[in-house]
């Protein structure tokens, strides 16, 4: 019978293994020096990254060109197969070929690898061995160290597509970071799902304009809690005659004053008292440019349920915890 759980644990020490052998490889001047070449070669072109590979590398290659252009390099997929019947003439001379196999003599990788040394297209491999057709041919072989397979016949592909994974993913966000790319840049990248929630900036979804639940601070307790009920939102922001926000008033600081104030006349406390009396000073405020996850942030860090966008020390929107939630923040 077996060992399920000792065989996971093995598999993953494997593969962690693999990794490890991979963090020492970069120690290695003829890697780097190999790496530099490479991600100047990719930020320097003036078309795409094109990947390409077979099998389980072909799966690997699929994925990494969707992360290299979802953080800012263009790139795109193309299966051998389908480059050898007309799909060539989508790589073009000022494009940058990546070519991913483990033993460096895939053969269907060849018809590509000819025509990029044909048209002089910089072609970079990544592969496990540096004798291999591809290793010798393609322009920048990033040779990564050969380990075995998490298989036990060391045979099905797990611990060398981790490294392909690994590596591939290290040049995508090694440009990422080359090129500046912003979390503003993710969210043209991203416009859908939680992540494109996440980094909307609050000034597109923010409460605004008539719907802003503003008193000056010369309002009574009444007009207070006569905004609340309107705009219901649980919250004013008290405004001074310049149009600052001085400060905050939520409907549970309307329910503590009234029973603070419970043996006074009603009259007294509705009508005599001024928001300015019972405002909390120095509230919590954010930018207009913050975006709406480290908004959401602020709201769980400070156990508030809204905020007030501020310009210039003026309110201009309002943020509500359960708007971020329903939003898909997370």
Not at 193 to 213: C, E, F, N, R
Not at 296 to 317: D, H, R, T, Y
């Amino acid at each position: 019978m077996v060992d399920r759980a000792g065989s996971v644990r093995e598999v993953i020490e494997t593969n962690t293994q693999g990794l490890l052998a991979l963090q020492q490889a970069l120690k290695d001047d003829q890697l780097i020096a190999a790496l530099e070449r490479a991600l100047g070669l990719i930020d320097q072109m003036k078309g795409r990254l094109i990947v390409a590979g077979v099998g389980k590398s072909g799966l690997i290659g699929r994925k990494l060109a969707a992360t290299f252009a979802s953080t800012g390099t263009p790139a795109y997929f193309v299966h051998p197969a389908e480059a050898s019947h007309g799909d060539l003439g989508m790589i073009q001379t000022d494009d940058v070929v990546l070519l991913l196999s483990w033993s460096g003599e895939t053969k269907e990788l060849y018809d590509i690898l000819t025509y990029t040394r044909r048209f002089d297209v910089p072609t970079i491999a990544l592969t496990g061995r540096a004798n291999s057709t591809l290793g010798q041919k393609a322009d920048v072989p990033l040779i990564l160290p050969m380990v075995p397979e998490a298989c036990p016949h060391n045979l099905a592909p797990t611990t060398s597509t981790l490294l392909q994974l690994a590596l591939g993913d290290a040049l995508a966000i090694t440009l990422l970071k080359m090129r500046g790319f912003t979390e503003a840049s993710f969210r043209d990248f991203h416009p859908g799902g939680k992540l494109g929630a996440a980094l909307t900036p609050i000034s597109d979804i923010m409460v605004k304009a008539d719907a802003l639940p503003i008193v000056l601070a010369q309002a009574t307790v009444m007009d207070v809690v006569g905004e609340i009920s309107r705009k219901m939102h649980g919250i004013v922001g008290v405004q001074s005659d310049s149009g600052q926000l001085t400060g905050v008033i939520t409907d549970g600081d309307i329910r503590r004053y009234l029973e603070a104030n419970s043996t006074g006349s009603m009259q007294q406390a509705m009508l005599e008292t001024t928001a300015q009396e019972i405002m909390t000073a120095g509230s919590i405020s954010l930018e207009p440019e913050r975006l709406c996850a480290r908004a959401l942030n602020i709201l769980q860090q400070n156990k508030i349920s809204a905020a007030f966008v501020v310009a210039n020390g003026k309110p201009v929107g309002l943020v509500a915890l359960m708007q971020l939630l329903q939003l898909g923040v997370a």
